[in-house]
């Protein structure tokens, strides 16, 4: 048998209906801040169930609670995606948790041998693969799972930066 590093949990993502009133939410009831982010996404290069699929467009900011990082979705587009197959229109809540893998094929192909499958998977406009993992039948929520990528880790240091230096002014504040 071959031994593999543990899989790291590092964030928990939330969709939320409205992003600003989600940000106000998480703050009033954790004491958390500043969000980082709150422009329009727009992830291109969809596929959806293996088969090519319209962009998804969302909103979203990165929080940091302690060691966790905490993300909320308000999602803009009506097409099928990951984001779909878990929430009708309105509705909110937990969906999924992210990882990084040093190895993303490996990875991704341990979930699907293990009977799960790729949702939506998408190339950033930076050149990294992420995919949604339905993980739904055996832990309630889907898995995002990320390459290594220096950008991406760049966005999770500043969420941190930002908390350990927040003054309380700004409660969403623009990624760098």
Known sequence: MTERAASRIVQNAYVVRDLE??????????GIGPFVGGVEVVLNDHRYRGAP???????GVFVQSGDLNI???EILSASPSA???MFEKGEEGLHHVAMFSDDYDAEKARWIAAGHDVVSEFTTDF?????????RDTLGHFIELYPEHPIIRAMYAQTIEEARDWD???LIVPWR
Do not use: S, T
């Not at 009133?21 to 954790?30: E, K, P, S, T, Y």
């Open 83 to 85: 984001f779909h197959d």
């Open 71 to 73: 993300e909320l979705m």
């Open 168 to 170: 309380g002014r700004q």
């Open 53 to 59: 699929a319209a962009p998804i467009r969302l909103r």
């Open 21 to 30: 009133q989600g940000c106000a939410r998480l703050h009033a009831l954790f």
């Open 127 to 135: 050149g990294a693969d992420i995919c949604y993992i339905d993980a």
